[in-house]
């Protein structure tokens, strides 16, 4: 089996670097038999990447622990479901999946690429190929999954627990392969570019590869953060790690690019700054990569550090100036001949848009490096983390969703001033409601009010739209389901948007609950004892424990009730002169109206031969908070040390994750494959209808 | 006492009204004044620097409604712990981290704060023990201060070089056209609100957005139809 694997390695490196001289050369001598050959060497590398994934899943499933990589990462009890997991559980696995991924959709954007791409495809597929080239010479000679062991083990290691979750089924592939896709869009811009092929043709194609990227790892970025939210026990979500950053970073780039591009396909504006835009992403998308490869920065997600860092690094560098020597080599051909007409316009308002999320990328980017900067300048370390990242990057965030309020509403070239009244009066008046009922209300924590206050705004803003175009098309016959649904037909790209737009602002009600209205206790339980934190009681009713061969589990048993801060008056007081937030109750009789709403069962493991502990937290989830138990230890003396918070509007941190999918979606369905175009007459009763 | 998951639920009560109220009063609600008018609103309108300033003011004055009392020493501690790193976790805070000097340093924390020091001294205290990088954000001063310069330079450089490109942009498209509209020519609004008035004096169904034929609407429809 591992010959096969390094086998189809080799192979498939001949065959990417057959493909880019081909494409190169056939292309310059004008052979285009060559070309043909090339392209065609381009799908092969599909079959060896899927050959040597095989082999290595094949040999998972065999408990083939001569192999390193596998006796390392699985063993005999491991349960055949995590073999997917297994697979890209460690360095070369990781790589070995990043390059069947890339392979795959390279070959499927290169089998779909429109016709009137074909002069720039072969530039496109020897970029693509070299980049193949650079992953299947790693895996072959550096970081090879198909390792022989001298002696061979028994058994496995094991799988790292921390992964034996269902959220890593879909959590790392997403990312690695959102980073990945990147690639994709910026082979078909950059070879565009070498081309010579200056015009809009790769705007499509560009924007809906962008996007399905963009998608990916947002995705991706979603999952990981219920992930670590449900198992990790780390209280929190998203802790700005660094390798969340550089996920994130390329991310907020793309988002920029996708906004970007509609205004050069509508109004021909910032061709240059897109492809500027695609260039840095790519560029961030390799910088993720170094940093998850023995990069210099320390992590709790990335791999083992390894020689592999300094060749990441290289290959960045190499990147960087390929992609923007292209870029400034085809600068001057990259003008655009139009014109902005006003500020007052969606493409000025893009721009802006455009600039608050490169500067939040910059930013984290900064953040990221500054210990670094830190080390070498005066050699004293820092560290840079959360309550840095929320200070220096929440009021820009926060300044994009305001722009989210206000691009979508600003019509293209230029607003009248009447429109801007009719428009901005209803979201405006919202967003001040908003913060003016918080502040009578007596609600503290301000930055959180008048961050409500926009998330009100935006949202009035596209049930606005929605509210209006609906009911035109609603006056003209149909009813309402059906014309809110004929709208978002109408112009998915834009609507999809919206639907996006709105998942944002559910996660932005949920960071924002989260971040500035949290209480949290900690306490130490035993048997019959309750802890009380606000309106809830936590009774430790029962526990249980497993012994298995490769851990230690202990759960405890609890059951929540909402009880009535009246019937204990006292204990909050006496809690609150000892400057305690929560308190412990001795006995767990029931008072007057305690109301029982259900049981938890916050889980601990401990991994004998990892040396690692893992947790599943105890979570009562509502739409307006979550009551979050996180088992810390189990003591010797029997009791259960909890870390209990209440974490306002936490459900709607996932609830926006199937928003975010389909909003994802209908952006991106195909125009075309809507309905027929709608007669004469139609368009007209629907003009009158809507102006 | 009014906690924030109470108001959550009253939190889109304002849009409901915000929909329902919408297609009654229209007149009444274009008589507001706070509104931006012209297309050269942005650089010198009277109008956007009240709104602003009217942002401001809430903003401001609520700020002084916070007070250190209101959150108990397990709050502060909680936070505290959140700026403070684990020393032998990668990445992680004292507060995220179950290893066993992480929760020695909690209970440090709560230590000095049941003996009443401050923010600063308790992390103070641990910079002196455990170095700078015991912090999980780098304190504003001497070299430090860098890392929080820098930030402010790159959004606000970013958002003026977006600013300036608009309007170079713009200027090229000026001296393109010959004939830019009145209101652009001299930044007074008196032709255009004097246009709003006229229109408000008429019939009330024309100013319906819906129907009337010449309003502007960003979901332009003509360019709706194949975007």
């Not at chain 1, 597929?125 to 001298?150: C, H, K, N």
């Not at chain 1, 991706?220 to 969340?244: H, K, Q, R, S, V």
């Not at chain 2, 956007?48 to 003011?57: M, T």
């Not at chain 2, 440090?108 to 992390?123: F, P, S």
Request: hydrophobic share 50%.
């Amino acid at each position: 089996m591992a010959d096969l694997g390094v086998m189809a390695l080799l192979l498939g490196m001949a065959l990417s670097a057959y493909s880019v001289v081909g494409s190169v050369v056939g292309e310059k001598i004008g052979m285009a038999e060559l070309v043909v050959s090339a392209r065609r060497a381009m799908y092969m590398t599909l079959a060896a990447a899927t050959v040597a994934s095989a082999a290595l899943v094949n040999a998972f499933v065999q408990n083939d622990f001569s192999i390193k990589y596998v006796a390392d990462h699985s063993n005999s009890l491991m349960d055949r479901a995590f073999v997917w997991v297994a697979f890209y559980s460690g360095n070369e696995g990781s790589l070995l999946y990043i390059l069947l991924v890339l392979t795959l959709i390279s070959v499927i954007s290169i089998w779909f690429a429109p016709k009137r791409l074909a002069r720039s495809m072969p530039w496109t597929i020897a970029i693509l190929a070299a980049i193949q080239l650079f992953y299947f010479g790693v895996l072959a000679f550096v970081a090879s999954p198909f390792e022989l062991l001298d002696t061979v083990p028994l058994d496995g290691r094991g799988i790292n627990p921390l992964l034996t979750h269902p959220g890593m089924f879909s959590h790392p592939p997403l990312l690695m392969g959102g980073l990945i896709a990147i690639t994709i869009p910026f082979a078909f811009i950059s070879g565009a570019l070498l081309a010579g092929n200056y015009g809009d043709d790769w705007i499509d194609v560009a924007r809906v590869l962008a996007i399905i990227a963009w998608g990916v790892l947002g995705a991706g970025m979603l999952l990981g953060a219920w992930w670590a939210y449900t198992i990790l026990g780390w209280g929190g979500y998203w802790a700005w790690d660094p390798i969340e950053n550089v996920a994130l970073m390329p991310w907020l780039v793309l988002t920029a690019f996708i906004h970007s591009i509609m205004v050069q396909k509508r109004r021909g504006l910032f061709r240059m700054w897109n492809v500027a835009l695609l260039n840095i992403a790519f560029v961030l998308a390799q910088l993720g990569m170094f940093i998850n490869r023995g990069g210099p920065v320390v992590s709790v997600h990335s791999f083992a550090a390894s020689t592999l860092g300094i060749i990441f690094m290289i290959f960045m560098l190499v990147s960087l100036l390929f992609a923007f020597g292209l870029f400034l080599w085809r600068m001057p051909h990259l003008k655009s001949d139009r014109v902005m007409e006003s500020f007052m316009s969606r493409e000025s308002a893009f721009l802006v848009n455009n600039f608050l999320f490169l500067a939040v990328m910059a930013v984290t980017l900064w953040g990221v490096l500054f210990p670094l900067f830190s080390d070498l300048a005066r050699d004293v370390s820092v560290s840079v983390a959360a309550p840095y990242f929320d200070r220096a990057n929440g009021p820009v965030l926060l300044g994009i969703v305001v722009m989210m309020g206000i691009g979508p509403l600003l019509p293209w070239r230029k607003a009248s001033a009447r429109s801007l009244k009719q428009w901005f009066i209803w979201p405006t008046l919202t967003g001040a409601v908003t913060i003016g009922t918080l502040l009578a209300l007596g609600v503290d924590r301000p930055i959180a009010i008048f961050a409500f206050g926009v998330v009100a705004f935006v949202a009035a803003s596209i049930l606005e739209e929605w509210w209006r175009g609906t009911a035109a098309r609603h006056r003209s016959g149909d009813n309402w389901a059906m014309s809110w649904w004929r709208l978002v037909n109408g112009n998915r790209p834009r609507h999809g948007g919206y639907i996006v737009h709105i998942s944002i602002l559910m996660l932005g009600l949920g960071i924002i609950g989260t971040n500035f209205y949290q209480q949290r206790t900690d306490g130490a339980l035993e048997l019959g004892q309750s802890l009380v934190i606000d309106n809830y009681r936590i009774e430790y009713v029962d526990n249980g424990s497993s012994n298995r061969p490769d851990r230690i589990a202990q759960w405890a048993e609890m059951s929540v009730y909402r009880i009535d801060e009246d019937d204990y008056v006292v204990e909050f007081e006496t809690a609150r002169a000892d400057g305690a937030t929560g308190f412990t109750l001795e006995d767990s009789s029931m008072r007057a109206n305690d109301e029982l709403l259900g049981g938890i069962e916050p889980w601990h493991g401990f991994y004998v031969d990892f040396n690692m502990a893992s947790v599943r937290s105890g979570i009562r989830s509502t739409i307006v908070e979550d009551l979050y138990v996180i088992p810390r230890d189990f003591l010797a003396d029997g009791r259960v040390s909890l870390a209990v918070s209440i974490n306002p509007l936490a459900w709607w941190l996932w609830a926006s994750g199937p928003f975010f999918i389909i909003g994802t979606m209908v952006a991106l369905w195909p125009q075309a494959a809507v309905e027929r175009r709608p007669t004469m007459k139609k368009i007209q009763a629907s003009a009158e209808g809507e102006n | 006492m009014f906690r924030v998951r109470h108001v959550a639920a009253l939190f889109f009560i304002p849009l409901y009204f915000g929909v329902t109220l919408h297609g009654e009063s229209k007149v009444m609600a274009s008589r507001f004044p706070f509104v931006l008018s012209g297309s050269r609103a942005l650089p010198n309108n009277s109008a956007l620097l009240v709104v602003a300033a009217l942002f401001l003011i809430i903003f401001v004055s609520a700020i002084g409604c916070i007070r250190e009392e209101d959150i108990t020493l397990e709050q502060r501690a909680h936070q505290l712990a959140a700026q403070l790193m684990c020393p032998v976790c990668d990445g992680q805070t004292i507060d995220g981290s179950s290893a066993q000097i992480s929760q020695d340093m909690r209970l440090k924390v709560r230590e000095l704060l049941d003996e009443g020091q401050t923010n600063a001294e308790i992390k103070d205290y641990f910079v002196l023990r455990y170095g700078e990088d015991i912090l999980a954000a780098p304190e504003g001063s001497g070299f430090n201060l860098l890392a929080w310069v820098v930030p402010v330079f790159i959004v606000f450089g970013g958002i003026g070089i977006a600013l300036v490109a608009i309007k170079n942009m713009r200027k090229a498209g000026i001296q393109a056209k010959s004939s830019p509209l009145p209101a652009q020519k001299n930044g007074d609004l008196s032709d255009f609100l004097a246009q709003v008035d006229r229109d408000l004096s008429g019939p009330p169904d024309s100013l319906t957005s819906d129907q009337d034929p010449k309003s502007p609407s960003p979901a332009n429809q003509n360019e709706e139809a194949n975007f």
